[in-house]
């Protein structure tokens, strides 16, 4: 058995029978249910060390090892010609169920590729102290340095067949297990798998082993989806005859018990401060029928995208705004520390009473399997938060500094069950998950030609370098919605409010599990 568990420092050349298999003589193993077979069958089931339950898999990262039994349980002896434990992964895209396209985009979407199948095989060999035909088994690893430069042979392509074939089987379930019918028999192999193949007679056995999760490959993490699912399963494979009834056929038996993988994120990657790129908002200058259909027409989509490279020339109109983090990734349960920057190029014209923030942390699903199509988004978290300069500093109608920036660090929180993000070389490009902070900003103000002579003069006295930051830290800065703007300063200036949207470009976050620094 320890042959199967095989450590960095041991290189097992070949182990005997008792070694590999542990002989339980009149003792039968808790064996899975199986549909009505011929008499006689082998009964296999494959489990975990590691405990799980219905709605937890057992969990492993990057590096560990997967380690577990395979139970098997002879009713006849039987001569084995092919036993294999390989860890399986693979992304599927389907419909309503596998093998019917999702339809929800522009295209029909339906794929199905392998992400790993590697793991051990074991097998007899033959040395020359043996005696009596004595079996000397050895375990042959793929992870090996001479198994990776050796070339795959046709028997290798056909086992791997075999076990994508078995992990299509209820692979929904946590546990699938049965025989597979109408294998091809690969004849030019046939003298191979004799010198390989070894016997077990009548009994219950018991085989250890032991998997890598590997480090050399980026692999994504298990997500459970109705339509886009990665999954990952222990799949043990084995052919095997009757050894006592010449004529039967070979059978091809299998199990399989899904786990759940969690990818490694190196998070000096993502170290560095983030930020999008600029919005601006044009604001009028005159309350004239005139300045107002000029405003509009410099905010609409196309004139706004010129506009922004020649904001020198129109800088004294606009009001700018963008989102910084301190990072770009973060793990489960943390909140963002997100500031949204504004500044008041028309301080001189345009007066800042409220500002209204609203931030939607949400998941996109994008097929990079063909455009890049979003086919999924989904809302994660929001909340709206608002500051009214009448309860930052008390009689104060209007914010006094040109440059303002708004600390939202204890609103946005990265649930605990959220799935990591997903790149798509890791899916090999069939899609990919990830996520982003969409930020709507209002702010309602009015034109300081409609404003008393004395504000007016307070905020051309400012100095655009002048910054003040408000943190969101009470009560009163959370937006329930039924709210209105009831603290806006009364008359002369109620009258003349405006309210401005800008829509602010989405900002990517990245959410890890774990993370090596």
Known sequence: MDCCHESEECDPSSQDLVTILSNLPHQHV??????????????????????????YLPTYLPGQQITGQVKLQNESAIKVTHL????????????????????????DYQRNEQLIN???????????NDADDEQ???CKRDDNPQETKRQKTAQDRHIERLIRKVAAIDHTTNFS???LNDVPTLVHNSSNQEDT?????????QIQFSVRVPTSRRLSGTFDHPHYPISYRIVAIMKYRDREDASAKEVTCYSTVKLCLEPFFNLNQFKSRI????SYQYVQNKDTVWNSICTQFLNCGIMTMYMNKQQ?????????AHLELSKQAFERSQYLPLQVKLANHAFSNFAISVVKIKVDFVRRINMTCSMNEQVELQTVQSTTIVFKSSQEQEQQLFFNHALLTFDLSSHIQIPTDSVCTIFSAATRDVFSLGYDLNVSVDITGVTTTAANKSTTADLCDLSLNQEKCYIANQPHHVWHGDESHQDLPPEPYHHKFKTYTLNLDPLAVIVVGHSEY
């Open 30 to 55: 808790a064996m899975p249910s199986y549909e009505p077979q011929p008499q006689g069958t082998t009964k296999m089931k494959v489990s975990l060390d590691l405990p799980g339950y219905e709605e």
């Open 84 to 107: 294999r434990i390989a860890l399986f992964g693979n992304v599927q895209v389907y419909g309503d169920r596998p093998g019917h396209p999702m339809t929800n985009g522009l295209f």
């Open 118 to 128: 590697s793991g051990l095989r074991i097998i007899r060999q033959s040395t020359p």
């Open 136 to 138: 000397q088994l050895v």
């Open 177 to 179: 297990h049965g025989i």
């Open 197 to 205: 193949a070894f016997e077990l007679d009548s009994n219950s056995y």
């Open 275 to 278: 930020q999008t790129s600029p």
């Open 312 to 320: 020198k020339h129109l800088s004294h109109s606009s009001i700018e």
